[in-house]
């Protein structure tokens, strides 16, 4: 009974939270939102869901997962336009969190603190390896943090790599299997 009460209050007196979902390309990150998502629905909550409005590759309305997966989502050109939906809202989803500019991990602190439950997915390194856009504040300031792994299309060992195939040197470049392959450590350095 206790845990219920508790659970109660978190909903009703505003105990937010970031939650960030973060791998590789290829790794289940905005499926794993997207059931995070539905599962609040059925837990009765109010959900708003947003997407980088430059995310263009397979709807401009909704989050669509590599398995073809979709759940409507609201595409914003900046960060802070996450602030403006309504004050009821009890959690909100944001996928592709690297294409947002570095005023993310303060909406998402602000809408926490205001009781909302955040829950970001998104590449944590780009195809150089390195830390990408603003997952690493995310990931510093979250309560939890999952990363996930796709299959190393090489060997298949865990993926934690998105391995550039094709030509180019620009860290963004929108694409799918026909630019980007998952890669393990060492396949990923060889």
Same mark, same amino acid.
């Given at each position: 009974?206790?845990?219920?009460?508790?659970?109660?209050?978190?909903? /009703?007196?505003?105990?937010?939270? +970031?939650?960030? +979902?973060?791998?590789?390309?290829? !790794?289940?990150?905005?499926?794993?939102?997207?059931?995070?998502?539905?599962? @609040?629905? +059925?837990?009765? #909550? %109010?959900?708003? +869901?947003?997407?980088?409005? @430059? &995310? /263009?590759?397979? =709807?401009? /309305?909704?989050?669509? !997962?590599?398995? !073809?997966? !979709?759940?409507? %989502?609201? *595409?914003?050109?900046?960060?802070? =336009?996450?602030?403006?939906?309504?004050?009821?809202?009890?959690?909100?989803?944001? &996928?592709?969190?690297?294409?947002?500019? &570095?005023? #993310? $991990?303060?909406?998402?602190?602000? #809408?926490?603190?205001?009781?909302?439950?955040?829950?970001? @997915?998104?590449?944590?390194? &780009?195809?150089?390896?390195? *830390?990408?856009? $603003?997952?690493?504040? #995310?990931?510093?300031?979250?309560? %939890?943090?999952?990363?996930?792994?796709?299959?190393?299309?090489?060997?298949?060992?865990?993926?934690?790599?998105?391995?550039?195939?094709? *030509?180019?040197?620009?860290?963004?470049?929108?694409?799918?299997?026909?630019?980007?392959?998952?890669?393990?450590?060492?396949?990923?350095? %060889?």
């Amino acid at each position: 009974m206790q845990v219920s009460e508790e659970v109660f209050k978190r909903k /009703t007196e505003g105990g937010g939270s +970031i939650e960030v +979902i973060c791998g590789s390309m290829f !790794s289940g990150k905005t499926e794993e939102l997207m059931r995070r998502l539905k599962r @609040a629905r +059925i837990a009765r #909550l %109010s959900v708003e +869901i947003f997407s980088p409005k @430059a &995310d /263009t590759r397979y =709807s401009e /309305t909704a989050l669509v !997962s590599h398995n !073809s997966n !979709s759940i409507p %989502s609201m *595409p914003v050109s900046k960060a802070s =336009s996450i602030l403006a939906p309504g004050s009821q809202v009890q959690v909100v989803g944001i &996928d592709e969190a690297q294409f947002f500019d &570095d005023e #993310l $991990p303060d909406v998402c602190n602000e #809408l926490a603190n205001k009781g909302v439950r955040v829950i970001v @997915a998104g590449l944590d390194m &780009d195809f150089q390896g390195k *830390p990408f856009g $603003p997952m690493p504040a #995310l990931m510093a300031i979250a309560e %939890s943090v999952t990363k996930l792994h796709a299959v190393c299309v090489v060997c298949g060992n865990p993926a934690l790599y998105s391995y550039r195939i094709v *030509p180019g040197d620009g860290q963004i470049l929108l694409g799918e299997k026909e630019s980007y392959e998952p890669r393990c450590r060492l396949c990923y350095n %060889s």
